[in-house]
């Protein structure tokens, strides 16, 4: 049990990080800079949200198979834990987003502009205003993907299979326990589960109640 | 300071104006005043002295925009720091919260301030920057009456102790008023510029009369030249108006009088020279009491609009449907020029 755990959070550890490196940037651009056909990429980025895990994990098992397009160029990761790590990434993508993108959204456009005027650079501009400001949100969307990661089954049941100590995380753990009858093992696994995803999702809210203390603070 | 700007978006705007300092940019909304200010900030593609070419961060002009912009999560203390640096930095912020009368408040967030105490610590902070101009976006937009005043009391005061040329945006005219310098812009350019006084009461065109609150303005005809002016017919009144460019005789003209200066003529009191050449019959139709002033709608030969303080109202006791005598003293008829009326 311990080793599907420590799984769970090394995928969900780095999703979150990957997510974070990636994510913030992205939903700057969202919402700060013309971007070309926004709707159409903010679609795209959107649509794991919509589709079943097992449509996503298929399409990315064809590509990830090592005759597959990614597969033949050196991403050959299908039963890997890159595999599933890449898998995460993609399908938390969607939660990530929002989350960032709200917090950029509360930013007054205004106050970053006269800033400028005051003299700081880009550098200070995210140090002394930006970050204070969004951070409890770019929280709040790391941990959220952590959380989701954690819960996540099928598109790592359908890329990375069921292999011990390299794709077998908590989730899949305790679906193979049932299958085998040993629900003794699988209510323990279990309890753990809602214990872990109850804090997180706690975390989670008082992070957005910090978050909103703070861009509710600019009311006229 | 002399600024000579151009813009293509949002709008096409020439304006060209000379800022010294409390001057007063007045304007009907989207007339492009606040697209100038922020281009003058550099926040707007545009070109034109002073300042091309430079990054908003390069040019030292101080720009409280409508909404004040201070940041929320930090202090009042903390927000006037922003452009400063160094270890003397929170010392400095403090000084120039002591300068807006703020320093007790230093340790506030925005939130936790109102309105008018939020726009001293967004003027604390643009004064801390030193800048070399400073821009006003309608900073009485938002306030009430007696913050208004006193608000306009501090910009006014500091402005001047400070030396520094200061650009105010608004279209409110009681701000216009207190302005050292007035220039309207209308029509993507600066149609008038000058003291408030003289635009107030020789309004360029048409449509800087309506933003000055000039009333009354009407269409007609030069009759002929009289000594040192004209003598214009609207309907069947004649008017004299002195003037020393005379239009010629037959000439289509427009010309108007300030409510304020509209002439109640008291039965008790005859009145000799000039003025008795513009006196006019007229029933009172409508009393509006403005704050402590009264405006009559009176209507006869001309349909006119009259302020009058309440100590004249006090004396005269006018009502409703009373026939009453006004007079438009010669030297406060305004003669549009020819171009004005186009």
Known sequence: ?220 | MEIDYRLERPLRLHARLTVTDLTVLLGESGSGKTSLLRALAGLLRASGRPFDGLRPEERRVGFLPQGYALVPHLTALENVALPLAGREARVEALRWLERVELAPLALRRPAELSGGERQRVALARALALRPRLLLLDEPTSALDASTREAAVDLIERVVREEGLPTLLVTHDPYVAARARSLAVLEAGTVRQQGDPEQVFARPATLGIARLVGFSNVFAGRVRRHVEGGVEIATGEVVVYAPTKTPPPPDAPVHWGVRPEEVMIVRPDRPLAGPVARNRLEVQVRRIVRKGLAYTLRVEGPLALDVTLPRHVQDRLRLAEGDRIEVALKPRYVHLFSSEASS
């Open chain 1, 1 to 220: 049990m311990t080793e599907a755990f420590l799984l769970s959070f090394r995928l969900a550890s780095l999703t979150a990080l990957t997510l974070l490196v990636l994510g913030v940037p992205l939903a700057y651009a969202l919402v700060f800079k013309r971007v070309p056909l926004k709707p159409l990429l903010e679609a795209v980025l959107l649509l794991p949200l919509t589709l079943p895990p097992t449509v996503l994990g298929y399409y990315l098992l064809v590509l990830l198979a090592p005759e597959g397009v990614l597969g033949r160029w050196g991403l050959d990761w299908a039963f890997t834990f890159q595999g599933i790590w890449l898998g995460s990434v993609i399908f938390s993508l969607p939660f990530a987003l929002t989350a960032f993108r709200e917090a950029f959204q509360a930013v007054e456009l205004e106050v970053l502009e006269v800033a400028r005027t005051l003299g700081l650079g880009t550098l200070k501009r995210w140090r002394r205003v930006l970050l204070p400001w969004v951070w409890p949100g770019l929280l709040s969307g790391t941990l959220l993907a952590f959380a989701h990661t954690l819960g996540e089954f099928g598109v790592v049941l359908m890329i990375g299979g069921n292999l011990p100590g390299e794709t077998r995380v908590a989730s899949i753990y305790i679906f193979d326990l049932v299958q085998a009858l040993e629900f003794e093992e699988a209510a323990r696994a279990a309890s753990v589960f809602v214990l872990l995803s109850f804090v997180l999702v706690l975390g989670v809210r008082f992070l957005e109640a910090r978050w909103r203390s703070i861009t509710g603070s600019n009311a006229r």
